[in-house]
């Protein structure tokens, strides 16, 4: 245990004094946020972009609701005309456009609000948050005209009170979460791919040890081979549990997004992945006979699997034999567990989708181990 | 007293046979001559000393002790100076010493002390800030010794630890070998320079097709061919010789070429060098000189295995 604990200092000390190592184990899993982020959102943190066209003129009840509108968290209004609105709904530049059109004030006031559209190029998914809130500020207000019917000083003197009134709204909404579970399933996605990168760079040491003959001194020590292997499956899954550790922490803190998941669910999760991407590594290692063998496996395993498993886009746009092949690979159960778990299901229930990841760590340690074992030859060692 | 036993040694990878039932021991304070061409099955041999290869059949004992059921005792008291650098380019000397030295469980100030020690010993005291990368072909070789012994092992095996270095360097380290076995260690020793086991070594082993065909001093050894001579023929034309022709010559063992002279093994009590200088006239080529020398090691080597030490 001491010698393996030995190994693993100097690993640790050989792999974090190349700059490079940080930029590949941390800083690539970071720059995968931020890409998912310029796929999924706005630059703005997950704010919604509502154009206003007000047709309206400055009627205080137009201009009340518009100012409601502003004040919803997570939404900037930009008022706009009409044909600036559908150019920039069109190219991506707003989620969405809200007409005031005219008439829309006395409607209000005649308790029958009217003459407002809200149009979005994104769907419903999008509109829904400022649908429903607005839906309620206005039947407040609506309720208020047929209450007061004609009597327009009645309604002044209501309506100022109910302006007068706090109203303070909760920052959950279901546009955010809905944007957030595909940032964090995109940047989980990627996180996949970089860990498996990963494990196969850290094992690939083992290879390199064999090349540069240093193995030979290593085990003509009290070190066993076993031990030796050990060693670097401490240091590989060392540093995996910090690359998960710190993307999960950046995504949460640093770009605040909430992956729908608890962190400590999320966390046992990843870390099982890690030791498939581990078991990966080993049966890469076993079956290489040389570093380049085993660079070369991993451009051939790594990315075509990422890709049919969903790692790089949603698996749900992918033709239903592209789905049938991704049952067979790990990405595709961790992904669908994240997803799972993102729409409320219980970590216990899903235990047909973890004993599969345990599975393949399994299998993939056993050939591996088996292929050891059965090398004679000292230089292609253990 | 025996630091080393192999008793019935044998390894086979498949069919093939790479040790063949070797029996062989090295004495306490010795520096023993493992010589053999490539493929004579000495790496293997080292190999399964050093519990680096399974053995197939036979026992080796370390200090009395059997290295497979006393395994960590053996490697604790064993160094090995492997043939290719066995270095990390990226930590600095005194890093690479003090982390395999670490192997052996020292720690601390003890840990220091040695590696400081075996620096000191390899003439690198003053380099061990430095990273390998910058450090010439012979102190790399040297850093490779120092890695071996910081946990003061009791038997070094040194595998061709000269190749590739100058002069300067090989003597810095055969003197080191010398050095390292007065201290108390015993040296096993390989190498392809014949002229460094006839200097250091107190007794040499000749190992081919996996079998140990000669093995005592190098005076024993060369007592073995007491009745071959050797002569040496100075020759300017060399392509023009035909080989097989001088081998044919009666009482010719071995022939052998080097650059711009033919070296001719002969049965001592026949007198061929007529035939052969005859031989030498009808090839068309020229003779600058004739001399005959006393036999050594090389001689002994190429008369019992018939093949050069370095082929």
Same mark, same amino acid.
């Given at each position: 245990?001491?010698?393996?604990?030995?190994?693993?200092?100097?690993?640790?000390?050989?792999?974090?004094?190349?700059?490079?190592?940080?930029?590949?184990?941390?800083?690539?899993?970071?720059?995968?946020?931020?890409?998912?982020?310029?796929?999924? *959102?706005?630059?703005?943190?997950?704010?919604?972009?509502?154009?206003?066209?007000?047709?309206?003129?400055?009627?205080?009840?137009?201009?009340?609701?518009?100012?409601?509108?502003?004040?919803?968290?997570?939404?900037?209004?930009?008022? =706009?005309?009409?044909?600036?609105?559908?150019?920039?709904?069109?190219?991506?530049?707003?989620?969405?456009?809200?007409?005031?059109?005219?008439?829309?004030?006395?409607?209000?006031?005649?308790?029958?609000?009217?003459?407002?559209?809200?149009?979005?190029?994104?769907?419903?998914?999008?509109?829904?948050?400022?649908?429903?809130?607005?839906?309620?500020?206005?039947?407040?207000?609506?309720?208020?005209?047929?209450?007061?019917?004609?009597?327009?000083?009645?309604?002044?003197?209501?309506?100022?009170?109910?302006?007068?009134?706090?109203?303070?709204?909760?920052?959950?909404?279901?546009?955010?979460?809905?944007?957030?579970?595909?940032?964090?399933?995109?940047?989980?996605?990627?996180?996949?791919?970089?860990?498996? =990168?990963?494990?196969?760079?850290?094992?690939?040491?083992?290879?390199?040890?064999?090349?540069?003959?240093?193995?030979?001194? @290593?085990?003509?020590?009290?070190?066993?081979?076993?031990?030796?292997?050990?060693?670097?499956?401490?240091?590989?899954?060392?540093?995996?549990?910090?690359?998960?550790?710190?993307?999960?922490?950046?995504?949460?803190?640093?770009?605040?997004?909430?992956?729908?998941?608890?962190?400590?669910?999320?966390?046992?999760?990843?870390?099982?992945?890690?030791?498939?991407?581990? *078991?990966?590594?080993?049966?890469?290692?076993?079956?290489?006979?040389?570093?380049?063998?085993?660079?070369?496996?991993?451009?051939?395993?790594?990315?075509?699997?990422?890709?049919?498993?969903?790692?790089?886009?949603?698996?749900?746009?992918?033709?239903? =034999?592209?789905?049938?092949?991704?049952?067979?690979?790990?990405?595709?159960?961790?992904?669908?567990?994240?997803?799972?778990?993102?729409?409320?299901?219980?970590?216990?229930?899903?235990?047909? !989708?973890?004993?599969?990841?345990?599975?393949?760590?399994?299998?993939?340690? @056993?050939?591996?181990?088996?292929?050891?074992?059965? !090398? !004679?030859?000292?230089?292609?060692?253990? | 007293?025996?630091?080393?036993?192999?008793?019935? $040694?044998?390894?086979?990878? +498949?069919?093939?046979?790479?040790?063949?039932?070797?029996?062989?021991?090295?004495?306490?304070?010795?520096?023993?001559?493992?010589?053999?061409?490539?493929?004579?099955?000495?790496?293997?041999?080292?190999?399964?000393?050093?519990?680096?290869?399974?053995?197939?059949? +036979?026992?080796?004992?370390?200090?009395?002790?059997?290295?497979?059921?006393?395994?960590?005792?053996?490697?604790?008291?064993?160094?090995?100076?492997?043939?290719?650098?066995?270095? /990390?380019?990226?930590?600095?000397?005194?890093?690479?010493?003090?982390?395999?030295?670490? $192997? /052996?469980?020292?720690?601390?100030?003890?840990?220091?002390?040695?590696?400081?020690?075996?620096?000191?010993?390899?003439?690198? +005291?003053?380099?061990?800030?430095?990273?390998?990368?910058?450090?010439?072909?012979?102190?790399?070789?040297?850093?490779?010794?120092?890695?071996?012994?910081?946990?003061?092992?009791?038997?070094?095996?040194?595998?061709?630890?000269?190749?590739?270095?100058?002069?300067?360097?090989?003597?810095?380290?055969?003197?080191?070998?010398?050095?390292?076995?007065?201290?108390?260690?015993?040296?096993?020793?390989?190498?392809?320079?014949? #002229?460094?086991? #006839? #200097?250091?070594?107190?007794?040499?082993?000749?190992?081919?097709?996996?079998?140990?065909?000669?093995?005592?001093?190098?005076?024993? $050894?060369?007592?073995?061919?007491?009745?071959?001579?050797?002569?040496?023929?100075?020759?300017?034309?060399?392509?023009?010789?035909?080989?097989?022709?001088?081998?044919?010559?009666?009482?010719?063992?071995?022939?052998?070429?080097? #650059?711009?002279?033919?070296?001719?093994?002969?049965?001592?009590?026949?007198?061929?060098?007529?035939?052969?200088?005859?031989?030498?006239?009808?090839?068309?080529?020229?003779?600058?000189?004739?001399?005959?020398?006393?036999?050594?090691?090389?001689?002994?080597? $190429?008369?019992?295995?018939?093949?050069?030490?370095?082929?």
């Amino acid at each position: 245990m001491n010698n393996m604990l030995w190994i693993a200092r100097r690993l640790l000390r050989s792999t974090f004094r190349k700059r490079s190592s940080w930029v590949v184990y941390f800083g690539l899993p970071i720059a995968a946020i931020l890409l998912s982020m310029l796929i999924y *959102g706005s630059a703005s943190g997950g704010s919604l972009r509502v154009g206003v066209l007000n047709q309206d003129g400055d009627k205080p009840m137009t201009q009340d609701t518009i100012h409601f509108v502003e004040g919803l968290n997570n939404v900037k209004i930009t008022m =706009t005309d009409e044909a600036s609105m559908n150019k920039d709904i069109a190219s991506g530049k707003l989620d969405s456009g809200l007409i005031f059109e005219e008439g829309f004030a006395d409607s209000v006031r005649d308790g029958q609000p009217a003459h407002l559209r809200l149009v979005s190029a994104k769907g419903a998914e999008v509109t829904a948050y400022v649908k429903v809130l607005l839906d309620g500020y206005l039947v407040n207000v609506a309720a208020i005209g047929q209450a007061t019917k004609n009597d327009a000083d009645a309604f002044d003197a209501i309506y100022a009170d109910y302006k007068k009134s706090s109203f303070k709204l909760d920052a959950e909404s279901l546009e955010d979460a809905a944007k957030f579970k595909d940032m964090t399933y995109q940047s989980i996605g990627f996180l996949l791919m970089f860990l498996l =990168t990963s494990a196969v760079n850290l094992c690939g040491l083992i290879l390199k040890e064999r090349e540069d003959r240093t193995f030979l001194r @290593l085990l003509s020590s009290p070190l066993s081979a076993r031990g030796f292997v050990l060693a670097n499956v401490m240091v590989t899954f060392l540093i995996q549990a910090l690359q998960i550790v710190i993307t999960l922490l950046v995504l949460k803190y640093a770009f605040g997004i909430d992956s729908g998941v608890p962190f400590g669910v999320m966390l046992g999760t990843l870390l099982l992945f890690s030791l498939v991407a581990i *078991g990966l590594a080993l049966l890469l290692t076993a079956f290489s006979k040389n570093s380049r063998g085993a660079a070369a496996l991993q451009t051939l395993i790594i990315t075509p699997t990422c890709l049919l498993a969903g790692c790089f886009f949603p698996a749900e746009i992918m033709p239903d =034999t592209v789905k049938k092949i991704s049952s067979f690979l790990p990405q595709h159960w961790l992904l669908d567990t994240i997803t799972k778990l993102q729409d409320g299901q219980a970590l216990g229930s899903l235990g047909l !989708n973890l004993a599969i990841l345990v599975a393949f760590a399994a299998v993939f340690a @056993l050939v591996a181990i088996y292929r050891f074992s059965r !090398n !004679n030859d000292v230089r292609q060692f253990i | 007293m025996n630091v080393l036993e192999i008793r019935n $040694l044998t390894k086979t990878f +498949g069919d093939f046979i790479a040790v063949d039932n070797m029996n062989l021991s090295v004495r306490e304070g010795e520096i023993f001559g493992f010589l053999g061409a490539n493929g004579a099955g000495k790496s293997t041999t080292i190999n399964m000393i050093s519990s680096l290869l399974r053995i197939t059949k +036979g026992e080796v004992r370390l200090l009395g002790k059997d290295i497979v059921k006393e395994n960590k005792f053996a490697k604790m008291n064993i160094g090995i100076v492997p043939q290719d650098l066995a270095i /990390y380019e990226e930590m600095t000397a005194y890093e690479n010493v003090s982390f395999f030295a670490g $192997l /052996y469980g020292l720690r601390g100030s003890l840990l220091k002390e040695r590696t400081e020690e075996a620096l000191e010993f390899v003439g690198l +005291g003053d380099k061990h800030k430095a990273l390998p990368k910058s450090f010439s072909g012979g102190m790399k070789r040297r850093l490779n010794i120092a890695c071996a012994i910081a946990h003061r092992p009791k038997l070094i095996i040194m595998d061709e630890p000269t190749v590739g270095i100058d002069p300067q360097s090989r003597n810095y380290i055969l003197n080191s070998v010398k050095k390292l076995n007065q201290m108390g260690c015993s040296v096993i020793y390989t190498s392809h320079y014949m #002229e460094e086991v #006839e #200097e250091i070594c107190t007794r040499i082993a000749i190992v081919d097709h996996g079998k140990i065909i000669a093995e005592g001093t190098k005076e024993q $050894l060369k007592s073995i061919i007491t009745d071959t001579k050797e002569t040496w023929i100075g020759v300017k034309n060399a392509e023009r010789l035909d080989l097989d022709a001088l081998k044919g010559i009666p009482g010719v063992n071995a022939v052998r070429m080097e #650059e711009q002279s033919v070296k001719i093994i002969s049965r001592g009590e026949i007198n061929n060098l007529n035939w052969v200088i005859q031989q030498l006239i009808r090839d068309q080529v020229e003779i600058s000189s004739v001399e005959e020398q006393a036999p050594n090691l090389e001689t002994v080597f $190429l008369t019992l295995t018939g093949r050069n030490l370095r082929d």
